[in-house]
């Protein structure tokens, strides 16, 4: 029994390589390299002394991914290729859509074809939009997305549950990821974006070690505590061992169903500057400047369902999200470039 991870190079996809070796599963990994390193896949091996399968395939090749599943004995997809720059998308809508959406559809009738009907999705935090409340429920309405990025997800979603409907057979676990944060313990990978940092903790890690002179604060006139904007941190290696258990609750059930992958709880852009700071002794300036368009003031989960159906409840805190994002860029300068 083997479980395919698409874009199981990225971010998110290495640490759940990772945690899915660790909780005994066999997997068979797909990466196109758009928005990721073979080094990050060599590290896995590494850190977990283990090989497998891999595959340089995008979502939109039909044939690579018939090959994949001729190959292999796949039993269930964690789907994270993606492309995932908000403002990239707004710029590149066709290629969002093509990629995001049209690459999960190539992806979906390639499995049915192959009698694989079980994947967890990769989804956001951001399909809930603007006007819902916080702490955000798993029940509330969806699609008001700001951008296309956040509309893939959206779209992609709502595709999912309606294959649930045509063939019930299919298992679908759609996980809303809140903000995705910190690294694995040893330091040997974490987030590598490419160019200029679109995300608060790549940025601040960048400032801290002199590739950036200062953090911009975009606004600090927000109805919150400080005035800062409010975010559901949560360390990688939490979230990655929800996919864990999202893959043992899609191989016993059928239908599509919706988790919160976050803590529960807030925390504001200069709380997260200043526990950088203390925990690692760095300095990171700041400047304030003004709100950027399209963020909202606070955004945090109710993960309460989770905690309960998937038996998952994240353990790390704030201070180990910032300690492990600094043990990453201290010794990863340039990320994975040599
Ligand atoms: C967090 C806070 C900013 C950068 C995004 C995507 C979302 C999801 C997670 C994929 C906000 C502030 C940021 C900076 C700042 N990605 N900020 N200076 O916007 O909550 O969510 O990433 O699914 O889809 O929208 O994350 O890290 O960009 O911002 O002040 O240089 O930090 O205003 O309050 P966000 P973020």
Redesign the pocket.
Known sequence: MAILITGGCGFIGSHTCIEMLAAGYDIVVLDNYYNASPIALQRVKELSGRDFPFYECDIRDEAGLRKIFAENKIDAVIHFAGL?A?GESVQKPLEYYDNNVGGTVTLCRVMAEAGCKRMIFSS?A?VYGMSNPSPLLETYHTGEVTNP??RTKYIIEEILKDVCVSDPAWSVVLLR?F?PIGAHESGRIGENPNGIP????P?ISQVAIGKRPF?????DDYDTPDG??V?DYIHVVDLAKGHVRATDFALKNTGAEVFNLGTGKGTS?LELVKTFERVNGVAVPYKVTPR?PG?IAT?YSDPHKAEAVLQWKTEKTVEDMCRDTWRWQSQNPNGFEE
């Open positions: 995932k908000v956001s951001t990025y956040g990821y903000n679109n995300n608060l903790m940025y953090l911009s604060v975009f606004g800062t904007g975010r852009v950027r963020d955004c």
